[in-house]
């Protein structure tokens, strides 16, 4: 199975941006789909963003219109562009892929 390294993570002010990187050990022009996911203190994982193989994109309906996913194959890593942070994004970011999970990148966000 791919092995999937996150990085990115930090503390930021409300308002702010942050980068989450994912690298994956392996090509993932092959993989049908890779994602994010979150998990805050005393909650449930969750989803966050998805993109397909042929590109295709799905978010939250909490990070619409503030979060970007994109792949680049070329460099085997997967994005999170995340504007607009808001205290309650505070939360352990995970990469997903088949199978597969990052160990995981700490955002906090400032109010």
């Known amino acids: 199975q791919v092995q999937l390294e996150e990085s990115g993570g930090g503390l930021v002010q409300a308002g702010g941006s942050l980068r989450l990187s994912c690298i994956a050990s392996?090509?993932?022009?092959?993989?049908?789909?890779m994602g994010w996911y979150r998990q805050a203190p005393g909650k449930l994982r969750e989803l966050v963003s998805t993109?397909?193989?042929?590109?295709?994109?799905n978010y939250a309906d909490s990070v619409k219109g503030r979060f970007t996913i994109s792949s680049d194959n070329a460099k085997n890593t997967v994005y999170l562009q995340m504007n607009s942070l808001k205290p309650e994004d505070t939360a352990v970011y995970y990469c997903?892929?088949?199978?597969?999970w990052g160990k995981g990148t700490l955002v906090t966000v400032s109010s």
């Open positions: 997903w892929a088949p199978n597969s």
């Open positions: 392996e090509s993932i022009s092959s993989i049908y789909m």
């Open positions: 993109i397909s193989k042929g590109g295709i994109t």
